[in-house]
Nanobody, 127 residues
Framework: QVRLVESGGGLVQAGGSLRLSCVLS????????MAWFRQAPGKERDFVAT????????AYADSVKGRFTISRDSAKNAVYLQMNGLKPEDTAVYYC????????????????????WGQGTQVTVSS
């Protein structure tokens, strides 16, 4: 059974940076499209970024384009989310997700495409 463990969340001032990490165990890492979603209080869980089996193939939500970067490291079974230029509206619980999927990143952006989820890590951006 696939297990995902996130880390790296915290409190940061607006304009600051954070790097989230997610380590996958119990599965064959290269098979998975990996993604980050986020959920603010009282809101739905929203897509942030995906990266396909090909590490050069990524997709981003419009709200984070140019500020966030998703990457993966097969040697560590890990996916990362580098977040720069953080804004108060980025405050949310961030979830890592995995899908055993061969398609390009932009076709795997909906929550129902993913069957493995981490426990989430809180990101709080103060103004």
């Amino acid at each position: 059974q696939v297990r995902l463990v996130e880390s790296g969340g915290g409190l940061v001032q607006a304009g600051g940076s954070l790097r989230l990490s997610c380590v996958l165990s119990g599965g064959t890492f290269w098979r998975y499209v990996m993604a980050w979603f986020r959920q603010a209080p009282g809101k739905e869980r929203d897509f942030v970024a995906t990266i396909s089996r090909n590490p050069g193939n990524t997709a981003y939500a419009d709200s984070v384009k140019g500020r966030f970067t998703i990457s993966r490291d097969s040697a560590k079974n890990a996916v990362y989310l580098q977040m720069n230029g953080l804004k108060p509206e980025d405050t949310a619980v961030y979830y890592c997700a995995a899908a055993d999927d061969f398609r390009p990143a932009h076709l795997v952006t909906e929550t129902n495409k993913f069957d493995s989820w981490g426990q989430g890590t809180q990101v709080t951006v103060s103004s």
